[in-house]
């Protein structure tokens, strides 16, 4: 199998998986985008009910914004599940062309999935634990570069912790065996971003942003990553895991031709 | 059956593994395309800007909020 093989899969995973990650996001994730535009909004009007319009923001009424709220909830989440969709699946397929042959015995479709997982882990779910999703309207404008800074710093923390633990668990593979190297993996993983997971500084600017609308939220945007790499996962290993078995066969058939 | 016999894996066959050669090119191109996407769509009109005004920022707002990147 070549790397292009892999690339190709992993960009039609990424599409579908854009469109998933839409469909979640619109039906979960949408309307607490537009309740929490809504407690934002009223908030503004409370603050400043004589400077209507005034803000530089994002979100707020269609008159305030270039791009309409209808068009952002619609057409812009599209493109933007779709970019990261593609991106993402690509990325993932280059890492298990990385990872198959180097991951115990792992064949092509078995290190897809493992490499989905350890994405999903490593590049949402944790980096989310330490700096969740917030909706519109929590979070200062003036602290939006820190914020930035923290969360891409954790996120590369995550990642290159995730693929050295990979790497020690590889390594370990022969001596120890399969499922003393996903523990060690794991364990190695786990201890150290905990560690400095724990010292980064943490963020809180919820401020009386209800509670409820918050989780809501928060939820939503867990259930969109995880129907992105999850898609991602199942059609990247499916579709690899296919060609795997194809190739196989003609190599069986090659070598039956040959011994006759 | 005999042949599949013969060809079943053994601790010494290896499941053949991609040269970094090979794959490197592809990461590199992919690579760098895949960077541009992710940034456009999480960072772009937000903690950075490489382009002026918000447009970008407004079309992608909300699936940066959803696919929990830090918007604002
Ligand atoms: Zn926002």
Redesign the pocket.
């Given at each position: 199998m070549t790397a292009r093989a892999f690339l190709v899969r992993g960009l039609v995973a990424g599409l579908l998986a854009g469109f998933a990650t839409f469909l979640v996001a619109h039906q979960v994730g949408e309307p607490q985008v537009e309740a929490a535009i809504a407690l934002e909004e009223s908030a503004a009007h409370q603050a400043a009910p004589s400077t209507p319009g005034m803000s530089a923001h994002?979100?707020g009424s269609d008159h305030e914004t270039v791009v309409s709220r209808g068009t952002q909830r619609t057409w812009g989440l599209l493109a933007g599940s779709l970019g990261v969709g593609v991106a993402l699946g690509g990325l993932v397929a280059l890492g298990s062309a990385l990872a198959v042959g180097r991951l115990g015995r792992l064949g092509a479709a078995a290190a897809s999935a493992v490499v989905a997982l350890t994405g999903f882990v490593a590049v949402a779910l944790v980096p989310f634990l330490k700096y969740p999703a917030n909706p519109?309207g929590v979070g200062s404008a003036e602290t939006i570069g820190v914020r930035t800074e923290y969360y891409f710093a954790f996120l590369l923390i995550s990642v290159v912790t995730a693929a050295a633990a990979t790497v020690v668990a590889a390594r370990a593979w022969p001596r120890i065996g399969g499922w003393g190297a996903v523990v060690l993996g794991t364990g190695t993983y786990v201890v150290v971003v905990a560690v400095l997971g724990a010292l980064m500084p943490s963020v809180n600017e919820v401020g009386d942003f209800p509670a409820a609308t918050l989780w809501a939220f928060r939820r939503g945007s867990l259930f969109t990553l995880a129907a992105l790499w999850a898609t991602i996962g199942i059609v990247l290993s499916g579709l690899v895991g296919r060609l795997e078995q194809r190739e196989a066969a003609t190599n069986r058939r090659r070598t039956l031709a040959a011994s006759l | 059956m005999s042949h599949a016999a013969a060809a079943a894996p053994s601790p010494e066959v290896a499941i053949p593994a991609i040269p970094l050669a090979e794959l490197a090119p592809w990461a590199l191109f992919f690579g760098l395309i895949a960077t541009l996407v992710l940034f456009f769509v999480s960072a772009e009109q937000g903690a950075v800007s490489l382009t002026s005004g918000t447009l970008i920022h407004e079309f992608v707002?909300d699936g940066r909020?959803l696919l929990a990147f830090p918007?604002?």
């Open positions: 994002a979100h519109p | 707002h909020h918007c604002h």
